[in-house]
């Protein structure tokens, strides 16, 4: 499946973006999908995941309660709605698939997913 993500830009902290992934070439539902992040000079992180049908979602610690992931399976597309943003927020934003089997676990390592699209850039700024 390739996956597109857009949505990024610079934004004041306390503001909103979301984020969009389109994907294509495989049957959408059949993924689980994440979105994960890098600082500059950091590792990858988890940021947050949902189930391929959406009945399910996972968010790390940090972005808890300020973000919130969705998907159009009619749309082909993952969402990631980010409010409340604070600097620390800053980051490319990648979004992540991985064929499904009917696990109610979701999966927060990168290594565990197959298919990455290319990042997009969030910059809060203060």
């Known amino acids: 499946v390739q996956l597109q993500a857009s949505g990024g830009g610079l934004v004041q902290a306390g503001g909103s973006l979301r984020l969009s992934c389109a994907a294509s070439?495989?049957?959408?539902?059949?993924?689980?999908m994440a979105w994960f992040r890098q600082a500059p000079g950091k590792e990858r992180k988890f940021a947050a995941a949902i189930t391929q049908m959406g009945t399910r979602t996972y968010y790390a610690d940090s972005v808890k309660g300020r973000f919130t992931v969705s998907r159009d399976n009619a749309k082909n597309t993952l969402y990631l709605q980010m409010n409340s943003l604070k600097p620390e927020d800053t980051a490319n934003y990648y979004c992540?698939?991985?064929?499904?089997?009917?696990?109610?676990?979701?999966?927060?390592?990168?290594?565990?997913?197959?298919?990455w699209g290319r990042g997009t850039l969030v910059t809060v700024s203060s």
């Open positions: 992540a698939a991985e064929r499904s089997f009917g696990s109610s676990r979701l999966h927060t390592e990168p290594y565990e997913y197959d298919y």
């Open positions: 070439g495989r049957t959408f539902s059949d993924y689980d």
